[in-house]
Nanobody
Framework: QVHVVESGGGLVQPGGSLRLSCAAS????????MGWYRQAPGKQRELVASITARGNTNYADSVKGRFTISRDNAKNTVYLQMNSLKPEDTAVYFCTAAVRRTVVSAPNDYWGQGTQVTVSS
């Protein structure tokens, strides 16, 4: 079984910063891509940022220059540093990990339960 758990959400004022963390645990061979999605009330879930095992990153246009994704492969952990936060960043943020359970198996996506980020004065 693979577990993905996020932490670090909360309430922050506009212009402030938050750092989200997400750790994958369990028995598996390797984690491929890891990423962060978000879902605001009444909206579809959208990709915020992703990072490959080698560290190649991808960002949504709306967060480029403000958010930074990084990962620690030794800890099976991915981070999302969010700066210059705006009210429109308010959403539930979900972490995902593409996990290869064995050396011969294809990767499957595992999701965390989500963490609330609220940007408001």
């Amino acid at each position: 079984q693979v577990h993905v758990v996020e932490s670090g959400g909360g309430l922050v004022q506009p212009g402030g910063s938050l750092r989200l963390s997400c750790a994958a645990s369990g028995i598996f061979f390797h984690i491929e891509d890891m990423g962060w999605y978000r879902q605001a009330p009444g909206k579809q879930r959208e990709l915020v940022a992703s990072i490959t095992a080698r560290g190649n990153t991808n960002y949504a246009d709306s967060v480029k220059g403000r958010f930074t994704i990084s990962r620690d492969n030794a800890k099976n952990t991915v981070y999302l540093q969010m700066n210059s936060l705006k009210p429109e960043d308010t959403a539930v943020y979900f972490c995902t990990a593409a996990v290869r359970r064995t050396v011969v198996s294809a990767p499957n996506d595992y999701w965390g339960q989500g963490t609330q980020v609220t940007v408001s004065s």
